[in-house]
């Protein structure tokens, strides 16, 4: 059984540069989440897609900030003009959609560097 | 609103101790949903245990075992026997009826010394 795959595990870019991540979910889960974590805090949501519907954003997620999941598939977290205040790990987590005790799944994250 | 608070922020234990990991959660919903993960030094979250709100039935799995008590909103984790595997940062989660979305606490690094 595959796990959720991020990519790229690791980003450094300069401020101001627009950086894009990729996330593959576990193939059977139609629910993909992102969430953001800073050095020795919990995760924090960003946004949630069941399907390729966007269903819920955190108040987080400014203008700056944009997620796809086009086909229902991969979904992609688009920074742009990026900020000090960027850097963190960017975790994807997927579930499937029986029942509500459905554990959301992480994968390893993409860690961003905002030189 | 809704918030956890793990208020350990780190812990030390001698490999076979047991050892109890604390968190309280606030809610005003009625129906929410309880998870603990952790997350070794290699940094991937891995699901450990879950509960629903209505199901105060406390349980074992294997090492693992977790006390949820509703009237004082705490959903405790205890790994017996710990071993130097165990070393890593664990986090309780809530997530509301109402969302998809789940609210951490802020972890607790547990290391387990051999």
């Known amino acids: 059984d595959t796990g959720v795959s991020q990519d790229p595990r690791h980003k450094i870019t300069k401020r101001g540069q627009n950086v894009t991540f990729r996330c593959d979910p576990i193939?059977?889960?139609?629910?993909l989440y992102w969430y953001r974590q800073t050095l020795g805090q919990g995760p924090e949501f960003l946004t949630y897609f069941q399907n390729e519907a966007q269903l819920e954003k955190s108040r987080l997620l400014s203008d700056r900030f944009s997620a796809e999941r086009p086909k229902g598939s991969f979904s992609t977290l688009e920074i742009q003009r990026t900020e000090q205040g960027d850097s963190a790990m960017y975790l994807c987590?997927?579930?499937?959609?029986?029942?509500?005790?459905?554990?959301?799944?992480f994968g390893d994250g993409t860690r961003l560097s905002i030189l | 609103a809704q918030k956890v608070t793990q208020a350990q922020t780190e812990i030390s234990v001698v490999e076979k101790e047991d050892v109890t990991l604390d968190c309280v959660y606030e809610?005003?919903?009625?129906?929410?949903?309880l998870f603990w993960y952790k997350q070794p030094p290699s940094g991937e979250l891995v699901f450990l245990i879950r509960r629903n709100s209505f199901d105060e039935q406390n349980e074992i799995s294997g090492r693992y075992s977790w006390n949820f008590q509703k009237s004082t909103s705490s959903f405790n984790f205890t790994i017996t026997a710990s071993q130097v595997v165990d070393s890593a940062v664990y986090f309780c989660a809530l997530r509301m009826d109402s969302s998809y979305k789940l609210i951490f606490g802020s972890g607790t690094r547990l290391l387990v010394r051999p």
């Open positions: 193939s059977e889960h139609n629910r």
């Open positions: 987590a997927s579930s499937n959609a029986s029942g509500n005790l459905q554990p959301q799944h």
């Open positions: 809610t005003r919903d009625t129906t929410y949903y």
